[in-house]
């Protein structure tokens, strides 16, 4: 594979609709960084299963995280290998027929190998890594990961060995003998806002006192 | 199972986090029906891969399409079981401590017998919830499909058999040392809106001046 270009390899070959398949890493890692959660495929009790999770990339390694009975992280540490896809949805592309009408997306998958992370101190960097993925700039705010939280945290780190992203965007592709019909056909974007916050009302303290921090007060800026 | 539980069985019971656990069928229906999207696990060249997909609920069917060259769905024809999941991000539960922070979201997983649809009748009705699926209102408006679209089309038909949900919302959960630290603790809650829509430049009509129609009008009141 080239200098940034982190595919195509045999498991990440966008096969179908290959016009929409993108295999830069800068493309791949912003799709990652952007999406949520992603989903995680292995094996289970014998059968292909995949759940969703968080994630959290640095570099070239994508991170996972769960308890330690989670069987997926333990399903793919036992094989060595994951196998990691997130899914932006971006919005509607309505064409004039059925057949061409769609979603709008972008969508990446990951395939490497995958270790668990035992060291402490790596797994108290990767998990302050997670609560920054949840929200960028809330791990300062937080109470640092007890030892006893680091214990009960499983963290598997994957190699991005390679990836692909399929980004489906831009107008509506219809037929040509449909372009002429009186049917309306364009695309409707679709985006994430966030909502006001609610302050936790349990706590010996009542946190309605507390100022919303500067993490939240970001995100609804940018919200 | 009891009327209207669809779970727990012994792939989709839920084992991490079983008080977030559901398995009421009108609570696996409204994920399944609210999530634009889904992903399939299923073995392709002997490993186990996850994809993104649309899919379409009738009943306790769940429909999935696709090119007839489609991996994803020729694995689970031919081992005659698919397995989903579809996951709604539902915002932010921000916790004092990492180790409690999380998103809210909700989860659900379905297992059951997998088969191709052959007949035209039945591929084209189904064709029309997927084009409801992408927008509520929409099939009546475009093109009926063509036989040669169908024929392009690869349909499959998942009997829920067996499904959980996992729900992750309300207030944080802070652990009780955790409570009187002056940390701000409290969710945000997030949702998907849509934007203006952009018409088509591209076809032979000038789709600029066809009104926005029933579908993408309703889209963007509800919006």
């Known amino acids: 594979m080239n200098d940034g270009a982190l595919g195509p390899g045999p498991r990440t070959r966008v096969r179908r609709l290959a016009t929409k398949a993108n295999y830069d890493e800068r493309v791949i890692y912003s799709i990652l960084d952007e999406a949520r959660l992603c989903h995680v495929a292995a094996m289970v009790r014998e059968r292909p299963v995949a759940l969703p999770t968080l994630h959290a990339r640095d570099g070239r390694t994508l991170y996972l995280h769960g308890s330690p009975s989670n069987e997926i992280l333990k399903s793919i540490t036992r094989d060595g290998e994951a196998f990691v896809t997130a899914t932006l949805y971006d919005g509607l592309r309505l064409a004039r027929s059925g057949f061409e009408s769609s979603i709008a997306y972008r969508s990446v998958t990951v395939v490497g190998a995958a270790r668990e992370v035992t060291d402490m101190t790596e797994k108290a960097r ?35 060995d390679e990836a692909s ?9 219809d037929d040509e003998h449909d372009a002429a019909l009186p049917i309306w056909s364009g695309t409707v974007p679709a985006r994430l806002v966030f909502g006001a916050p609610v302050p936790d009302s349990n706590g010996a303290m009542a946190t309605g006192d507390i100022e919303v921090p500067p993490s939240v007060a970001a995100l609804l800026r940018e919200s």
């Open 165 to 173: 992203a399929k980004v489906s965007s831009g107008p509506t592709e």
């Open 126 to 160: 990767v998990l302050s890594l997670f609560v920054e993925r949840v929200l960028a700039g809330r791990a300062e705010e937080v109470r640092a990961s007890s030892e006893q939280e680091l214990r009960l945290t499983m963290v598997v780190a994957v190699d991005i």
